[in-house]
């Protein structure tokens, strides 16, 4: 199997930066993808490809994936930005598509 | 503008077989893109069940293969999942999602609302 890890809890005071990490094993030579979900909502893509944004993410969301870690980067953090982040990556030998367990930003 | 929508029972009894369709509006499974199903458990995170690239490759989840059946009605533009011999720990909330990658899996870009289901006898 393959696991991607993420820590279960990111706090940041607003207009600061916030990051969150995901790792796996040789995670930087895989695609990673990650998700923003508010409660009772539906999870939505903020970047994919390591560091592409869909149309519509704000530019202050922003990627990076190397080594063993996949790093999501907030900037300017403001209150809405309070929700669950999810990483993701497609592992071509297991054949699984992996969502991390989830890290619940929370905007003091 | 692209948008899912599952259907399907709220409520499926023990050791029976959970079935949904997620109806396709705004695009075609002909469009090049990979079609998934996706589940959150309650106060839980997400876990993939599946991925469909229409009429070419399926991969599902170790953990759900053998129960899991994911196919596609091109002419009714649905996705359909199906689920046998479910248990309580079936019951989640379930969303239809289609992969933003063409031809690869690269990440969920547009999702359903969801809809939630309770294993329950």
């Known amino acids: 199997s393959y696991e991607l890890t993420q820590p279960p809890s990111v706090s940041v005071s607003p207009g600061e930066t916030a990051t969150i990490t995901c790792s796996g094993h040789?995670?930087?030579?895989?695609?990673a993808c990650w998700y923003q979900q508010k409660p009772g909502q539906s999870p939505v893509l903020l970047i994919y490809?390591?560091?592409k944004r869909p149309s519509g993410i704000p530019d202050r969301f922003s990627g990076s994936n190397s080594g063993n870690t996949a790093t999501l980067t907030i900037r300017g953090t403001q209150a809405m930005d309070e929700a669950d982040y999810y990483c993701?990556?497609?592992?071509?030998?297991?054949?699984?598509?992996?969502f991390g367990a989830g890290t619940k930003v929370t905007v003091l | 503008q692209v948008q899912l929508q599952e259907s399907g029972p709220g409520l499926v009894k023990p050791s029976e077989t959970l079935s949904l369709t997620c109806a396709v509006s705004?695009?075609?499974?002909?469009?090049?893109?990979?079609w998934g199903w996706i589940r959150q458990p309650p106060g839980k995170g997400l876990e993939w069940i599946g991925s469909v690239y229409p009429n070419v490759n399926t991969h599902h989840n170790s953990s759900l293969k053998s129960r899991v059946t994911i196919s596609v009605d091109t002419s009714k533009n649905q996705l359909s999942l199906k689920l046998s011999s479910v248990t309580a720990a079936d019951t989640a909330v379930y969303f239809c999602?289609?992969?933003?990658?063409?031809?690869?899996?690269?990440?969920?870009?547009?999702w359903s609302q969801g809809t939630m289901v309770t294993v329950s006898s």
């Open positions: 705004g695009d075609s499974f002909s469009s090049g893109h990979y």
């Open positions: 999602a289609r992969d933003v990658g063409l031809r690869q899996l690269v990440g969920f870009d547009i």
């Open positions: 490809e390591d560091n």
């Open positions: 993701q990556t497609w592992d071509a030998y297991t054949g699984l598509y992996v």
């Open positions: 040789d995670l930087g030579a895989k695609f």
